[in-house]
């Protein structure tokens, strides 16, 4: 992944204001919720050991071939409208999914409602949307996303439900572009 390229096209005025790499982490929703971080604040990990979705769910990744990352956002919102994030981005990362393969065969590629991405039939994205100051009129989202980009084996606990976009695509995505494209595309 090249951090430095990422920094020098999204820091800016109407983007993100920081983007934080680990080589590994635990979680970086984790780390999001345990630190003030400023709004517009990307945290990205080359390999999360303590990944989770829904339901403290353990979420596999691959290190250097998958996505894992975290933004950190604040909305002024009603709290009976904040399914409207999670809804956003996941729409988001799954039309960048579908822009990125464009030319494949993406019409078994869905969006199952409320934070996975489906390529047929088998999970290859899943978004984890935490919320703070739910009383307050702007709230903070931490929102989590992994994504199997790369990966081609996965344990026997998953591997008859997950996927990766190369493996029902056939292409092998440069994950800096990937994320590039979802950043730009969320703002």
Partial sequence: MNIELLKSELIKDNCLSDLIFFDEIGSTNEYAKRHDLPDNTLLITDRQTRGSGRFSRFWESTPGKDLTFTLVKKFRIGIDDIYLINFYTSYIIFNSIKNICSGKSTENLFLKWPNDILFNGKKISGILTD???????????????G??????????????KATSILKESG??????TLLKNIILDFY
């Avoid at 919320?131 to 996303?145: H, M, P, Y």
């Avoid at 994504?147 to 008859?160: A, H, L, M, P, Q």
């Avoid at 292409?171 to 800096?176: L, P, V």
């Fill in 171 to 176: 292409i092998e995505m440069d994950n800096t």
């Fill in 131 to 145: 919320v703070q100051d739910l009383r307050s009129e702007t709230k903070n989202f931490i929102i989590g996303a």
């Fill in 147 to 160: 994504i199997n980009v790369n990966c081609d084996e996965f344990s026997d606990g998953i591997k008859n």
